[in-house]
């Protein structure tokens, strides 16, 4: 009898556990249903959509299969290919000064702890706060020479000839700008994976008579790698769709129409019509990120998945 | 001793140079153009400031309340419809073992960083088709989504205990209710946390109301501050500072009032 009961049960127990997942997966798919629906058709049809109008040509509004001759022509328009020379500068420039600056600025911060390390983390952070525009807006005014309080200085110096707000030095003013908006922040993205380091990693060093530096570049910074390749790629991701900082920049200088790709893009499609080649273009930019981000999002799939709970800062 | 007095005087000069644009910002507020012309660091003698904020109420029979109000609307619905979309979504992944988990985890987070643009473009033409370019709408149902939001309430979610869940199944609450009564609480705080990052990252996204929105009465302010002009078409710099000034200030106080909730967190974007 029992071992009739057992066999039974051994043979149930599949469809049962089936069965059960079903009825998971009905509920899991209830909750999930609104954020599919709008996932579904703001970022995945969209996606579809560009997809297909990248396969177009266009005139007006007339428009014709060409399969990928959109992509082959954009592969010898130098226009392209010229507008990542600013992503390019901020990439090699810019991002690598600005994890610098972070990582030492959220050193200061763990040193300063009880000096006011909290007030300077909330001063650094505000620039991230304020819209984009609003901070496009301030600092082409700033570096304008109409208004720019260190036009005076300069005149006083003897460069009255020299303009600030020429096309020359736009990437240093892009650099002063980006690096004022996300200093701030990425410091305080390092310093929040800083402070989860265990004490008793520098604890031993400490006893050693090893520095406060010391202890920060040799030990501490080798911990902080995952969050620094992140933060790397992020603001690789972010230099190459750098946008609204030179177009308001482009109120006061006047700017070729491929000075960043997403202003290729903007301008590709809503100045000259061509829609489909700015998709065409859209995509490729999209794949480049795409390309980019692999790193994270492998990790970031590997630690939901597994179970394993992120440190939330 | 002499170090901690390096180490601060290092901070005190970062903290001019990121407090700098904010003081000439204010000091602007206060100037017209002929005293923003005088590129003084001293805030406009006589203060203009009232003069200022009575130019841009008045401005266009004050359109700026119109654009702080669409600010006010796609932000705030915006993004608590996203957060709520994606607690909802998070809550899923974290309690049930359903098919297609791992596909649609992955799928989710692949599209986390397809950049804007190239979705706005196609979004541009799918709106006008559907003749919603220039209303509220082609901004608002964008903006529902928040895909890292749904990555971040999966780490949220994965916080609660397991047993809270259990207990109360056993005690037979539905699944409606286990999520609403004895979920939402656990999470209200990460809950906050999204929404205001979400609200700021709607309340400052610029390149959507751009390409999709072309009347003044459905712009978000930070649009709308760019198109200020006097009736000949040139730029009113002092109207065009002071309007960024009450552009910001909800967010700095926002910032302030909730700062206890605001984490910055590493995986932003939509």
Redesign the interface.
């Given at each position: 009898m029992d071992e009739i009961t057992n066999e039974m049960t051994d043979k149930m127990r599949p469809k049962k556990k089936m069965n059960k997942?079903?009825v998971?997966?009905i509920?899991?798919?209830l909750?999930?249903a609104?954020?599919?629906l709008?996932?579904i058709?703001?970022?995945?049809?969209?996606?579809a959509?560009?997809v297909k109008?990248s396969l177009y040509g266009q005139r007006g509004a007339r428009m014709w299969y060409i399969g990928f001759q959109n992509f082959a022509t954009i592969f010898q328009d130098p226009r392209f290919w010229e507008s990542f020379r600013i992503p390019l500068f901020l990439l090699t420039v810019q991002v690598p000064l600005m994890l610098f600056f972070a990582l030492i600025?959220a050193f200061?911060y763990e040193?300063?702890e009880k000096?006011?390390g909290k007030l300077?983390r909330f001063?650094?952070?505000?620039?991230?706060?304020?819209?984009?525009?609003?901070?496009g807006?301030?600092?082409s005014?700033?570096f304008s020479d109409?208004?720019?309080?260190f036009?005076?200085v300069l005149d006083i110096l003897g460069f009255s000839g020299a303009k600030i707000l020429a096309r020359s030095n736009l990437p240093l003013i892009l650099l002063v700008i980006i690096l004022?908006a996300f200093t701030?922040?990425t410091a305080?993205?390092i310093y929040?994976s800083l402070i989860a380091i265990p004490k008793a990693f520098s604890e031993q060093a400490q006893l050693d008579g090893a520095t406060f530096w010391q202890i920060a570049f040799k030990i501490k910074m080798p911990l902080l790698k995952g969050?620094l390749i992140?933060?790397f790629i992020?603001n690789a991701?972010g230099a190459?769709?750098v946008?609204?900082e030179p177009?308001?920049l482009e109120?006061l200088v006047i700017l070729p129409s491929n000075y960043t790709?997403?202003m290729y893009?903007?301008n590709s499609?809503?100045a000259q019509g061509r829609?489909t080649y700015?998709?065409a273009m859209?995509?490729i930019?999209?794949l480049i990120?795409?390309l980019i981000?692999l790193y994270v999002?492998r990790n970031?799939?590997k630690q939901?998945?597994t179970?394993e709970?992120?440190e939330?800062? | 001793m002499r170090k901690h007095i390096l180490t601060r005087l290092i901070l005190l000069i970062l903290a001019v140079y990121f407090i700098f644009p904010f003081y000439w910002l204010i000091i602007g507020t206060t100037k017209n153009v002929s005293q923003l012309f005088q590129k003084s660091l001293l805030p406009g003698i006589p203060n203009n400031f009232l003069e200022n904020v009575r130019g841009i109420f008045t401005y266009q029979n004050g359109v700026f309340f119109q654009w702080l109000a669409n600010s006010f609307l796609y932000a705030g619905l915006g993004a608590f419809i996203a957060i709520f979309i994606a607690c909802m979504a998070g809550y899923a992944f974290r309690r049930y073992d359903f098919y297609g988990k791992k596909v649609l985890f992955v799928l989710v987070l692949g599209f986390a960083m397809v950049p804007i643009y190239a979705t706005t473009l196609p979004l541009f033409m799918l709106f006008r088709d559907l003749k919603l370019i220039d209303t509220k709408f082609a901004v608002l149902l964008p903006s529902f989504v928040h895909v890292f939001s749904v990555y971040l309430m999966v780490a949220y979610w994965n916080q609660v205990p397991e047993e809270i869940f259990d207990a109360a199944q056993i005690d037979g609450a539905n699944d409606l209710l286990i999520f609403f009564k004895i979920g939402l609480p656990n999470i209200i705080p990460g809950f906050i946390t999204l929404f205001m990052l979400a609200f700021v990252g709607i309340w400052n996204n610029f390149f959507l109301p751009l390409v999709v929105i072309n009347s003044r009465v459905n712009m978000p302010l930070v649009l709308g501050i760019t198109t200020i002009t006097d009736p000949q078409g040139f730029p009113v710099y002092n109207l065009t500072l002071t309007s960024s000034f009450f552009t910001i200030l909800p967010l700095l106080i926002m910032f302030i009032v909730l700062q206890k909730y605001f984490r910055p967190q590493l995986y932003t974007g939509r």
């Open positions: 997942k079903t998971a997966s509920k899991a798919y909750f999930l609104p954020f599919l709008v996932f058709t703001m970022v995945i049809y969209p996606i959509l560009g109008l600025i200061f040193k300063m000096h006011g300077y001063i650094y952070y505000l620039p991230h706060t304020i819209p984009a525009i609003v901070t807006i301030v600092w005014y700033i109409s208004m720019s309080p036009r005076p004022w701030g922040y305080f993205i929040s969050v992140t933060l992020f991701i190459i769709q946008f609204n177009w308001m109120q790709p997403a893009i903007y499609a809503f829609f700015a998709a859209g995509l930019l999209a990120t795409f981000s999002l970031a799939t939901i998945l179970g709970t992120q939330l800062p | -």
